[in-house]
């Protein structure tokens, strides 16, 4: 019996905003507890919120992005509940009207391109946390409360159910991730919890209606997604099978066990009581104000990577990855910009090296883009020194060693060395001169005539062996398709 | 007891000093201790503040308020100086800043003395419900006060200190105004910061002034109006002076082509004789003085407690959730876990007019009831709002009884919280709008209660409310009677035993 897996995703992005959705306190991540909460986040008696126009403008942002609606009135509601971590004993939260409605994603999967529909993003504040461990001078029965994460600005992005995989859920969460950091609306940290996903899982047999669902909170991971998914949709078709049914639950990701458990049951369900906040007038975006967004917006991934294949002539394969984050796509535009051709040849170039020997030198040494020893007008520097033949390919490599080690070792690379510098004292320009080159081949050919005699006796290798000896003869720095074409022609 | 304005000229005049001011102030607030107007009484500080004044006027950069003694609704904030909101659940609380009208009214020049006793997180109408013990009406230590803000009201009708703030909700300001013999504005909603307010209903909670007459009101609320962007409901307008018109000189038919509004529904039952038979003398006056009165009709104002009542606590559940016992105010000394911290912090730190409200808002919140209740409670909100438009488009002011009656016994109605909401049947439509309104004396009962009349006008006409009352004032002396002085209450030193417990 074939089972489908029916998922939708709530993604908590965290905004980009130097300071807080509701407050003027920083969101810096790992500062000493409680010293990035203001009166605002403490909730003290008589303060009030004022809505952070750096977090309104990035949900327009992705609004504009997702093709969603924005709405020109959204109102911020108060989700009502005690927790120790909510200092308000509310969290303000879009509820009716968020600020982007629809809208959609269109994801890579194996199975070729799926669109995934969104419901809505609406903003939101963040709560604090509560800590139960690890307290200096607290037994077992304290717990503590940071409150630095209150109040930091959330874009709450909610999928249809048009999921029917745990690889199409992570595939869907991954492309989300990258547009998120492309259009410079959230770090993608992980790790401090900048994007994260809540997974509405459900089973039905093909054509049935939806099945009843289960909510899996908070999942940090693209890894943890996959399994808490694959957990859960066995869990529920195992039920099933078994004769029982799915009861609606919300239930946690246990990683160490690769299980997901209750947390609670509908009947437990808060009522959260919601109602329009009277602290905050409904929230006005006028067209004004959005067509300004939109004006700043860069290009979005897939609008570049049709570019990329109509304009430059890269492959699809190449165009993926070059787009594959905004600071690699960056890069690469920066560095065919400095470039004096911009023809395909040139674009081309510039895409083996960036996927290439860059990427290569990147992860060998972990340094983010921005931070990389050679920045993209220098890679065009040495690439314009491949096109004019200049230098031979692995000149090149080696020129570019040279410079990722100089560029490490300074900090601001002012002071490393120009390229036709380093061509210049090592010299390593490639000897294109054909007068050059024929007297060469001559000198190897009256020097060896024992492999020239195997070569004209039908032995191809030979012809290989004749050539490393003119390479050598020139110190490596003839170049090579002169070296072939004129011995070539000599050996007649 | 002189007027701010009075005040003012002697200090200037350096007949009068502010040190002596502040002096005579907390002499007095001293030998009316019986009547529990203040929760907190700080001399030392008010007398560092007085001589700093005093130096300002020696060096003639003084601004207009100086050397003025002032008190504050101990709803807000004051930096140092404890704002317990008279509850048990902020009793020793001290807040690290000060609410924007605290700070407004210091850069003018006042001289803070202390924080006025109310109603529990400003819930009633009698100030009957402090933490602290019941505030007493000077003109009838019997009676309330009238509430919430009814230690700011007591303060100034007694002849404590020239003004006082304080906040209302549905009537807080204009209802003790009424009950203790005083003027008392809420101007327009949005036109002073709520920031440093302590929030009872926030679509609601509208901070003002108490005063000895109209002219006084105009100077505080001067001094308090303006836009504070930590409010995101105050509203940005230039600056007003909202004594402008009242510098024009008195003349026969002052209020000549005033209109005033009379609606038919506020002179109707449930109206006290006397209190309707001195509102009509004060309406003659105000014929007198050239104005001429139109009926006008308010039909949907009778839902205005009822739409109060559902969304003042819905509000109010939300707001006090804060209290919670995890970073600052009361917590519970024994509790086994977090749900028991809660529950015993809350039912300990609570009286019982905040727990009932605190349940109502909750029920009209829960999920099946918002529609029928809070939802239904805001349309006819707006209802209320399109009457008052139509009414004022027919004239330039409304006219009305403040309070239904004069000052009633303490205790009387604290068992019975409707008759008590009923209390402020004229008031919380002004509320449910946002629209300013005040109450001036305009009489007393035989037994010797005074009596408020009610001035309610379009959005932003201060200023034209404050003339008509100032008018009246000119050619009236209602405002310039005072309570008999205070006597040695038969329990004298219950406030330091109350405030102590």
Sequence with gaps: MNWEIVIGLETHTQLSTASKIFSGASTAFGAAPNTQASAVDLALPGVLPVVNRGAVERAIRFGLAVGGAINRRSVFARKNYFYPDLPKGYQISQYEIPIVKGGAVVVATEAGEKTVRLVRAHLEEDAGKSLHEGLPGGAGDVSGIDLNRAGTPLLEIVSEPDMRSAAEAVAYAKTLHALVMWIGICDGNMQEGSFRCDANVSVRKPGAPLGTRCEIKNLNSFRFLQQAIEFEARRQIELIEDGGSVVQQTRLYDPERNETRSMRGKEEAHDYRYFPDPDLPPLAVDDAWIERVRLAMPELPEAMRARLATEHGIGAYDAAQLTASRELADYYAAACDALPARDATAHKLVANWVLGEFSAARNRSDVAIAAAPIPPARLAELLRRVADGTLSGSMAKNVFDQLWQAGSGSSTGAQVESVDAIIERRGLRQISDTGAIEALVEQVIAANAAIVADYRAGKEKAFNSLVGQVMKASKGKANPAQVNAVLRRKLG | ?501
């Design chain 2, 1 to 501: 007891m002189q007027t701010i304005a009075e005040l003012s000229r002697a200090l200037s005049v350096r007949t009068l000093s502010c040190v002596e001011l502040a002096q005579d102030a907390l002499a007095r607030i001293d030998a009316a201790g019986a009547l529990n107007a203040f929760v907190t009484v700080d001399g030392a500080r008010a007398l560092d503040a007085a001589r700093a004044a005093d130096a300002r006027l020696a060096r003639e950069d003084a601004p207009p308020l100086t050397g003025i003694p002032i008190a504050h609704k101990d709803v807000f904030m004051t930096a140092g100086m404890r704002t317990t909101c008279a509850s048990r659940m902020l009793a020793d609380y001290v807040a690290p800043y000060d609410a924007h009208i605290v700070e407004r009214l210091r850069e003018a020049g006042t001289v803070l003395v202390g924080k006025t006793n109310m109603d529990e997180f400003a819930m009633g109408s009698s100030s009957e419900t402090s933490y602290f013990g019941p505030v007493r009406n000077p003109w009838s230590t019997r009676c309330v006060p009238g509430g919430s803000s009814g230690g700011s009201a007591v303060a100034v009708a007694a002849g404590l200190i020239p003004a006082a703030t304080g906040t209302d909700t549905g009537g807080s300001i204009r209802q003790p105004a009424a009950l203790t013999g005083v003027c008392g504005i809420k101007p327009t909603y949005g036109v002073c910061s709520r920031y440093g307010l302590i929030a009872f209903a926030s679509s609601l909670d509208t901070p003002g002034a108490f005063a000895r007459s109209a002219e006084d009101c105009a100077l505080l609320l001067t001094a308090m109006a303006g836009h504070d962007a930590r409010d995101s409901t105050s509203l940005a307008r230039p600056a007003e002076d909202y004594a402008r018109s009242l510098r024009a000189p008195a003349s026969a038919k002052p209020l000549a082509r005033l209109r005033i509004g009379l609606p038919r529904e506020y002179f109707r039952e449930g109206l006290e004789r006397e209190v309707a038979a001195a509102i009509e003398a004060a309406l003659r006056e105000l014929r007198a003085l050239g104005a001429t009165t139109v009926d006008v009709d308010l039909p949907m104002v009778k839902h205005a407690v009822p739409v109060y009542y559902v969304i003042a606590p819905a509000e109010a559940s939300s707001n006090l959730s804060r209290f919670d016992g995890v970073r600052y105010g009361h917590r519970a000394e024994r509790y086994a876990d977090l749900e028991e911290m809660y529950c015993r912090t809350r039912a300990e730190g609570f009286g019982a007019e905040v727990k009932r409200r605190i349940l109502v808002g909750t029920y009209v919140l829960s999920h099946g009831y918002y529609d029928a209740y809070y939802l239904k409670a805001q349309q006819v909100r707006r209802l209320i709002a399109n009457d008052f438009a139509r009414a004022l488009a027919q004239c330039d002011v409304i006219a009305g009884p403040t309070a239904p009656t004069c000052a009633f016994d303490i205790g009387a109605k604290a068992d019975d919280p409707v008759q008590m909401y009923l209390n402020d049947i004229f008031t919380i439509a002004a509320n449910l709008t946002g629209m300013p309104a005040m109450s001036l004396p305009c009489g007393f009962t035989a037994g010797g209660l005074p009596i408020g009349l009610q001035l309610q006008g379009n959005y932003f006409d201060e200023a034209r409310i404050l003339d008509v009352a100032h008018r009246y004032q000119q050619a009236t002396d209602w405002h310039r009677r005072s309570p008999p002085s205070p006597q040695p209450s038969p329990h004298g030193g219950d406030r330091e035993q109350i405030t102590a417990r």
